[in-house]
C-alpha cells in the first residue's frame, strides 16, 4: 500500500541526528530545517541537533523563529557553547512523536476515510471515538488511556450523563468534553462482548459505529477517529469486527457529508487487517 508522501519526498537532505545550516543559504533555511523535522519524524528520529553558524544572525533568527512557532518540536534551547565550539551554536530540538502516519485515504462521496496508525490519544480530529463500558467510569486499553490523557473534566462529564440519564447500553453513544485531550470531544460507545456470535454481536458493534457517527452528526462535528471497538479485552474477531466497522462507517458516509472519518489502529496486525478489509468493503460488498 503506498504510503502518502509530501511533494518534497523526492529532496534528499541529510538525515541524521544532526542538521548542518552551513553550506545552505539563508534564504532555504525554512524548507531545509521544515523537510529535515518532517523527514526525522517520518524515521521515528525523535531528538536532533540543528547546527547553525554562529555568523550567520540571519539563519540563527529563522532557525529559531522556526521552532518556536513549529507544532512539531516540542522543545529546543540553545546548546551550552563548549558543545558548540567555534563559530556554531547548536539547537536541541525534541520532534513531536505524535505523528501518526496515513496509510490508506479514500474518498466517499465528498468525505474522506483514512486508516492510520497510531495512538487515538493523540488524533487532532474533532472528536475521538472511546471504546468504553457501559458504567462510562474509565477501564483498561483504549479508555484508560483517553481517560488518562483527557484528564478529570473526561470523567466528571462522563458521571454526571451517568447520573442523569444511567449506564450507557451496548451499542449506544454519547459525548463529553476532550478535556486535555488535542480533540474537544470524546463520543463514548460501549461495544459488545463476544460471546460467540449469537448475541447480535455484529448488530451492537454495528450500532456503535453508527451511533457515535449520529452524535457526531448532530453536534455538527466535521472529523472523527475510531479505535477498533471490541476487539481488545471484548474479544470480537478482528477480521469481522473491521468489516463491520468498515461497513457501517461507509454506508453512513454514503447517505452523510464529513469531512473526516480516521480509523486509528494501534498496532500494524490491526492496520494490516483493516487495509486488507477496506479494498475489500469498497470494492463493493
Ligand atoms: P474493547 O474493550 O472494546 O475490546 P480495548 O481498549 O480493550 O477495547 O481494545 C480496543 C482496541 O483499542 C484494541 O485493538 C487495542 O489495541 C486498541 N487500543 C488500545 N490503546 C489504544 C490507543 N491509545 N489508541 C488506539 N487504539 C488503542
Keep these: 500500500m503506498e504510503k502518502k508522501e ?16 552551513h553550506t545552505f543559504q539563508a534564504k532555504d533555511v525554512r524548507s531545509v530545517v521544515e523537510e529535515y ?17 554562529k555568523g550567520i544572525g540571519t539563519q540563527r533568527k529563522i532557525v529559531h523563529s522556526l521552532l ?7 522543545s529546543f534551547a540553545e546548546a551550552p557553547p563548549e558543545l558548540g565550539g567555534w563559530g556554531a551554536t547548536l539547537v536541541r530540538i525534541r520532534v513531536d512523536q505524535t505523528i501518526e502516519e496515513v496509510f490508506m485515504e479514500m474518498k466517499i462521496g465528498k468525505s474522506k476515510l483514512f486508516l492510520v496508525r497510531g495512538d487515538i490519544t493523540k488524533a487532532d480530529t474533532e472528536a475521538i471515538v472511546n471504546a ?9 486499553g483504549v479508555d484508560g488511556a483517553i481517560h488518562r490523557a483527557g484528564g478529570s473534566a473526561v470523567l466528571a462529564a462522563c458521571k454526571e450523563i451517568v447520573a442523569k440519564q444511567g449506564r450507557c447500553p451496548t451499542g449506544e453513544a454519547v459525548i463529553t468534553t476532550g478535556g486535555n485531550l488535542p480533540a474537544k470531544y470524546v463520543i463514548h460507545t460501549v ?5 460467540g456470535g449469537d448475541r447480535k454481536e455484529r448488530e451492537l458493534l454495528s450500532n456503535a459505529y453508527r451511533n457515535s457517527l449520529a452524535v457526531a452528526k448532530e453536534e455538527g462535528l466535521s472529523s472523527v477517529a475510531f479505535p477498533s471497538i471490541s476487539t481488545g479485552a471484548y474479544r470480537f474477531p478482528i477480521a469481522e469486527a473491521a468489516r463491520i466497522a468498515l461497513t457501517t462507517v461507509r454506508d453512513f ?6 469531512e473526516e472519518v480516521r480509523f486509528v489502529l494501534f498496532s500494524e496486525k490491526d492496520l494490516a487487517v483493516y487495509q486488507e478489509m477496506l479494498q ?6
Excluded at 509530501?6 to 545550516?21: C, H, K, M, T, W
Excluded at 523535522?37 to 536532533?48: D, S
Excluded at 468504553?132 to 483498561?140: E, F, R, W
Excluded at 458516509?253 to 464529513?258: A, D, S
Aim: aromatic fraction near 4%; charged fraction near 25%; proline fraction near 6%.
Design 6 to 21: 509530501s511533494p518534497e519526498d523526492a529532496v534528499e537532505y541529510p538525515i541524521g541526528d544532526e542538521l548542518d545550516l
Design 37 to 53: 523535522l518532517y523527514q526525522c519524524k517520518k524515521r521515528g528520529i525523535r531528538e536532533v541537533r540543528i547546527v547553525h553558524g
Design 68 to 74: 518556536a512557532k513549529s507544532p512539531k518540536v516540542l
Design 132 to 140: 468504553a463500558n457501559s458504567s462510562l467510569m474509565g477501564g483498561g
Design 191 to 195: 461495544g459488545p462482548v463476544w460471546h
Design 253 to 258: 458516509l454514503e447517505e452523510n457529508e464529513m
Design 280 to 285: 475489500e468493503v469498497m470494492g463493493g460488498s
